[in-house]
């Protein structure tokens, strides 16, 4: 069964950065593209990043564009999201999530596009 465990969050204030990571386990990380996607109570889930199967490509979300970097590592079958200039509203339990098939290609995020994540890691920031 696919494993991602997700690491990183805490709480910071605003302007600092965080680096989110995702341990992939049981199956082929390289394979497939990855996103992450954040929750906010009571707001459903948001699309954050997606990155293709072998890094080269990525996608970002107009309000994080500038501000996260969503990369991989496959020989390390992880993910990252490095978060610079964190604001209130960036606030959320954020996901990593396995795209449902594998291949070279930088899919559109839809929850039933990307069926599997992880536990969450949450990020807070406040002043």
């Known amino acids: 069964q696919v494993q991602l465990v997700e690491s990183g969050g805490g709480l910071v204030q605003p302007g600092e950065s965080l680096r989110l990571s995702c341990a992939a386990s049981r199956f082929t990380f390289r394979a497939y593209a990855m996103s992450w996607v954040r929750q906010v109570p009571g707001a459903g889930d948001e699309w954050v990043a997606t990155i293709n199967n072998d890094g080269g490509r990525t996608d970002y979300r107009d309000s994080v564009k500038g501000r996260f970097s969503i990369s991989r590592d496959n020989d390390k079958n992880t993910l990252y999201l490095q978060m610079n200039d964190l604001k209130p509203e960036d606030t959320a339990l954020y996901y990593c999530?396995?795209?449902?098939?594998?291949?070279?290609?930088?899919?559109?995020?839809?929850?039933?596009?990307?069926?599997?994540r992880g536990q969450g890691t949450q990020v807070t920031v406040a002043s």
């Open positions: 999530t396995k795209y449902r098939a594998s291949g070279p290609i930088l899919p559109t995020y839809t929850p039933a596009s990307f069926p599997v």
